[in-house]
């Protein structure tokens, strides 16, 4: 089986961030073990399980690239190198209040404010290391239902093995799979006031890449390497 590998965001563990997301998901991505989740009001204990099924697989992380494969030429030895001479290329970036929203049918933190920066971070993260990237198979384009993306979209997919780069970029963490409207504002709810709280205690800082992978094919994400932002 081909492993697949990821670079995302994700918050130093231990920290309060780190905390508030590997609780609300119930899984720690270092150790690959469960957490007890949140108690929360608006959402019982069952349903939290089931609402974050489709995200605990992959941790409480932001996409900078999405996962791939990769290529014959190089290792993951040569992906960490070179994700660390990368990352000492890059300045931490304060990402700013971060506020609850629903981003299609599924519920996330996003910045209040929109960053020049960190869109073109995300892009450097993108382009710099496509070339460790293995071509996208036929099974990778439909698991991206390439039918539904725009024409832009599928450009993007085929030059990067994601649709959702560049200027087609949202940084989000994710808190929720698919849910109702109806659902997804008691989970907005629910993040209210945890999330404000970390905003004015701890605001959150883009200050590592994270190198996550997947062993086989619907494993969970474990997350393996970290490097810090040093420029």
């Not at 290329?89 to 990402?95: A, G, H, R, V, Y």
């Not at 995300?122 to 036929?138: F, I, K, N, Q, W």
């Not at 799979?177 to 800082?205: C, S, W």
Request: proline share 8%; net charge neutral; aromatic share 8%.
């Amino acid at each position: 089986m081909t492993s697949r590998y990821a670079i995302y965001f994700a918050p130093e563990p231990g920290s309060p961030w780190w905390e508030f997301g590997a609780r609300w998901l119930g899984r720690d991505e270092c150790r690959d073990v469960n957490k007890v989740q949140h108690a929360l009001d608006q959402i019982g204990p069952v349903e939290l399980r089931e609402i974050t099924a489709q995200p605990r697989r992959y941790g409480f992380h932001a996409t900078l690239k999405a996962p791939f494969s990769l290529n014959g030429s190089h290792t993951a030895d040569d992906l960490i190198a070179r994700l660390q001479a990368l990352a000492a290329t890059l300045k931490p970036l304060l990402l700013g209040p971060m506020q609850a929203a629903m981003l299609g049918d599924f519920v996330a933190l996003v910045p209040a404010v929109a960053s020049h920066d960190l869109m073109a971070l995300a892009a450097v993260c993108v382009a710099t290391l496509d070339d460790l990237r293995a071509p996208l198979s036929e099974a990778d384009l439909a698991r991206r239902r390439i039918a539904e993306l725009d024409a832009r979209e599928q450009e993007l997919l085929h030059l990067y093995g994601y649709p959702h780069v560049l200027e087609r970029f949202r940084f989000h963490l994710t808190l929720s799979g698919p849910v109702t409207r109806p659902t997804a504002q008691r989970v907005l709810q629910a993040a209210i006031d945890p999330v404000a709280r970390l905003n004015e205690t701890t605001p959150l800082v883009l200050d590592r890449l994270c190198l996550f992978v997947e062993p086989a094919p619907g494993q969970p994400f474990k997350r393996i390497a970290d490097a810090g932002l040093l420029a």
